[in-house]
């Protein structure tokens, strides 16, 4: 079965450094998303692309965080500056209808 | 706005003994619904999901869910729970807007279970 997939599984960061967090989506979906949950909380949407270009964005994902698809396969979600309230598991997810998802497994990010 | 309920923040259940998780939510149309299930320190797996049609809706791993539109509610449930089945369970709903579904999730807050041998 098509899987989403996320790298690196865990990643640890300073306070201030910039993190690239990487997916790839399933390959004929047309529909990308970023998702965080900070330890204990719900899932909380952070940003949906399609067509090249950002759909919705949620007010977490503020000028600190951008969104890219440079090749066509690969779907990253970037952090500029890392504060500690970034720490949190970070999930990507795709479909092709715009309903629906499959979610990868989820990167940790751990800001220190 | 959408928003999911989940009134119960922990349940406890002993192996073999049926199951019920609630979930409520707000919504102004049909909505998307979906059951996600999250072992611990792992991803989002989907148990199942209702777009329309039949009510009662089949998943993964013997879950079941009904949609029920008066009590705007979708709970979650299983005959005979097996100790695998510890782990959290997230209701989630699509959101829309006037323009029709945003693709974007709302999720509750979760509910963990917890299997007694």
């Known amino acids: 079965e098509p899987e989403v997939t996320q790298t690196p599984s865990h990643q640890v960061t300073q306070m201030g450094q910039e993190v690239i967090l990487r997916c790839v989506p399933i390959?004929?979906?047309?529909?990308f998303y970023w998702y965080r949950q900070i330890l204990g909380q719900k899932v909380e949407f952070l940003v949906s692309?399609?067509?090249?270009?950002?759909?919705?964005k949620s007010e977490i994902f503020d000028d600190q965080f951008s969104v890219e698809r440079p090749d066509g396969s690969n779907f990253t979600l970037k952090i500029r500056s890392t504060k500690l309230e970034d720490s949190a598991m970070y999930f990507c997810a795709s479909t092709f209808t715009g309903v629906g998802y499959t979610f990868g497994s989820g990167t940790r990010l751990t800001v220190v | 706005a959408q928003s999911v309920t989940q009134p119960d923040i922990h349940i406890t259940v002993s192996e073999g003994a049926s199951l019920e998780l609630r979930c409520n939510y707000s919504?102004?149309?049909?909505?998307?619904l979906f059951w996600y299930v999250q072992s611990p320190g792992q991803g989002l797996q989907l148990l199942l999901k209702y777009f329309s049609g039949d009510t009662l809706v089949q998943g993964i791993k013997g879950f079941e869910a009904e949609f029920k539109r008066s009590q705007s509610s979708f709970n979650l449930r299983k005959p005979s729970v097996h100790w695998s089945d510890a782990a959290e369970y997230f209701c989630a709903v699509g959101a829309s807007d006037d323009s029709g579904n945003t693709g974007k999730l709302i999720f509750g807050q979760g509910t963990t279970l917890q299997v007694k041998p």
């Open positions: 919504y102004g149309a049909t909505p998307y």
């Open positions: 692309f399609y067509n090249n270009e950002i759909s919705e």
């Open positions: 390959s004929n979906h047309l529909y």
